[in-house]
C-alpha cells in the first residue's frame, strides 16, 4: 500500500471519529435539553402554594394594576400575612386582561384588581377556573372633569368616556343612571348593559367606550370621563373633586382572586379569615384607604 493510501485510510478514520463524537453530543445535549424541558414543565405546571412549616416562609406573588389595591397588598395585606407564614411580593399589570391570564396559568398565586362583577363576567367568558376569596375596602368609579365643577353643568352634547370593557361599561353606565344622565332599559343585566341599551339620554351626551387605563389622561380631550378608582389613584385625582361618586352595590367591590386549584389551600383559608377579621379592619382604619368603601361582610 502507498504511503498515500495511507494517509487517506487514516483521514477517513478521522472523519468517522468527529461524526461518532458529534452524534454522541448530540444525543447528550438533546438528552438534557428534554429533561430541563420535562423539569421545568413540572414546575411549572406544579401550582399549588404550599403551607408554612418549620417557620419558613412561603413566597406568594399578586398580580396588581396601577392605583391603591397594590399599595394595599405591600402595605396592609402583605404584613398581616407575614405574621402567618408567606412572604407577599406583588406584580403589576398595565391592563385589566393579563393579571386574570396569569393567574390561571399559574404565573401568580392570587390577585387584587377587579371587583366581583368583572371576576365573574371574565372568568365565564374566557372559561377560567378563578374564585373569590373575599371584598377589600374599594375606591369607587368617579366622574371627573376638567371643565365642570358639577352634574348640573354638563352642557348638551358633552362627551363622556367610559371604560370599553364589558362589566366596567355598564358599571359606568349605572353610574350615569345613578346621576341622572341616562336611562337604562328596564329589565337588562346590570352587569352587561351596553350603550345600545340606553333609551333615555336627555342631555344627548356623545358616551365614548375606551380603554380604562386612558380613560384618567382622556380629561384633556373629552368634557367628562368616568374613572374606575384604582386608575384615578394611580393618576393622582382627587375623590373629593369627582363631580360624583358611585353608589357602590356588592358587585363593584374589589375581590382578592385566586385560581381554583387553590381555593382548599392553607394560603386561601388564611387570606379569607383575614380579609374579615379585626386585625385587616384595624389595619386598614389606621391606612390612607380608611375612606374607602366597606364590604358589606364587614357588617354581618
Known amino acids: 500500500m502507498s504511503i498515500f493510501a495511507n494517509l487517506k485510510k487514516l483521514a477517513n478514520h478521522r472523519k468517522a471519529a468527529v461524526r461518532v463524537t458529534a452524534g454522541a453530543l448530540a444525543a447528550v445535549t438533546l438528552f438534557a435539553s428534554t429533561a430541563c424541558g420535562t423539569a421545568q414543565s413540572a414546575n411549572a405546571s406544579s401550582n399549588t402554594i404550599a403551607e408554612p412549616t418549620n417557620g ?17 397588598v405591600e402595605e396592609v ?20 386582561v393579563q393579571p386574570d391570564k396569569a393567574l390561571a396559568s399559574g404565573k401568580i398565586d392570587a390577585n387584587l384588581m377587579q371587583h366581583g362583577n368583572y371576576l365573574k363576567k371574565f372568568s365565564k367568558d374566557n372559561n377560567l377556573d378563578l374564585v373569590s376569596l373575599g371584598q377589600t375596602p374599594t375606591l369607587g368609579l368617579g366622574i371627573y372633569s376638567k371643565k365642570y365643577k358639577s352634574i348640573s353643568e354638563i352642557p348638551d ?38 350603550v345600545s341599551d340606553i333609551t333615555s339620554n336627555p342631555k344627548n351626551l356623545n358616551i365614548k367606550p375606551i380603554d380604562a387605563a386612558q380613560l384618567a389622561r382622556s380629561l384633556d380631550t373629552v368634557d367628562v370621563s368616568l374613572v374606575p378608582g384604582n386608575y384615578s389613584w394611580a393618576a393622582g385625582l382627587d375623590p373629593n373633586s369627582a363631580l360624583a361618586l358611585e353608589k357602590q352595590d356588592d358587585g363593584v367591590i374589589e375581590v382578592f382572586a385566586i385560581a381554583g386549584s387553590n381555593k382548599d389551600t392553607h394560603f386561601a383559608k388564611t387570606v379569607k379569615a ?13 391606612s390612607k384607604f380608611k375612606d374607602f368603601g366597606k364590604p358589606a361582610s364587614w357588617n354581618a
Open 274 to 286: 383575614l380579609l374579615v377579621s379585626d386585625e385587616f379592619k384595624n389595619a386598614i382604619a389606621k
Open 77 to 96: 395585606i402583605a404584613p398581616l400575612l407575614k405574621e402567618k407564614g408567606y412572604e407577599v411580593s406583588t406584580k403589576v399589570f398595565n391592563d385589566y
Open 157 to 194: 352634547g358633552a362627551t363622556v368616556a367610559i371604560a370599553n370593557d364589558g362589566s366596567n361599561l355598564a358599571r359606568s353606565l349605572g353610574v350615569l343612571q345613578q346621576q341622572k344622565l341616562v336611562t337604562i332599559k328596564d329589565g337588562v343585566d346590570s352587569t352587561k348593559a351596553s
Open 56 to 72: 419558613k416562609t412561603v413566597k406568594v406573588t399578586v398580580g396588581v394594576c396601577a392605583g391603591p389595591y397594590g399599595d394595599m
